[in-house]
């Protein structure tokens, strides 16, 4: 038998957090593992409980989308799936730039919902098609400046960056490229300096970036 996929279900609407939570509970597979109101609770969450998959809302005290980057800082392998209202892009790029791997809209089934769960917790991501159209079409009409600036990395840089990229903790590269896990984080913190990034995954979304410009624009 399978594992049942763990899940954390954070929203500040008792209700709904209560509807989402017996839905999946009726549903062969899932177990939820605790549920919160705040963006405290769900850094509780992450750190104590380590849930295979976490439901997080925008609107709520302390904030969904700062919760993020604060969450995978605890738990780097947390899984986020955003659940809300908000059909913003700036929402939708905001959640993916600090790390989440999900985005869906509040209106979602209960059977769609944990069809994208079991798919954001097999390692991939999933973002409503309402929205994905719209984020491309926004996406493509960026300046793709940044993505010139892989150029000015070193080789090992490159190396760290493709790795960190394809998924790697600090540790992980280190144990890869034979280095001291201080000397990773020294490269990163040059990286994100010259890629003019906030965080990793910010670095590894201009790594992307480059590589799926056409030969011959860089």
């Known amino acids: ?7 954390a279900v954070i929203d500040d609407h008792p209700l709904f957090r209560e509807g989402v939570t017996r839905s999946l509970s009726e549903i062969e597979g899932f177990e939820v593992v605790a549920e919160g109101g705040s963006h405290e609770d769900a850094l509780r969450i992450a750190e104590n409980l380590s849930p295979d998959v976490m439901l997080l809302d925008i609107s709520m005290p302390g904030g969904g989308l700062a919760a ?6 605890i738990a780097p392998s947390q899984k ?9 892009g700036d929402d939708v790029t905001t959640a993916l730039q600090s790390g989440a791997k ?3 809209l509040k209106g979602v089934g209960s059977r769609a919902l944990a069809d994208i769960i079991r798919t954001v917790a097999s390692g991939e991501s999933y973002v409503a098609p309402t929205l994905s159209a719209k984020l491309l079409t926004s996406r493509a009409s960026e300046p793709a400046r940044k993505s010139d600036l892989i150029s000015d990395l ?12 394809s998924g790697m903790s600090n540790k992980q590269v280190a144990r890869q490229l034979n280095l001291h896990e201080k000397t990773v984080k020294h490269h990163m913190t040059q990286i994100m300096a010259k890629l003019d990034v906030a965080n990793r995954t910010e670095a590894a979304m201009v790594l992307r970036d480059a590589i799926d410009r056409p030969l011959g624009t860089g």
Do not use: D
């Open 1 to 7: 038998m399978t594992a049942a996929i763990r899940v």
């Open 68 to 73: 993020v980057p604060l969450i995978l800082e």
């Open 80 to 88: 986020i799936v955003m659940l809300t209202v908000s059909e913003a």
């Open 102 to 104: 999900g985005y869906v």
């Open 154 to 165: 070193t080789i090992r840089e490159k190396e760290v960056l493709n790795l960190v990229a």
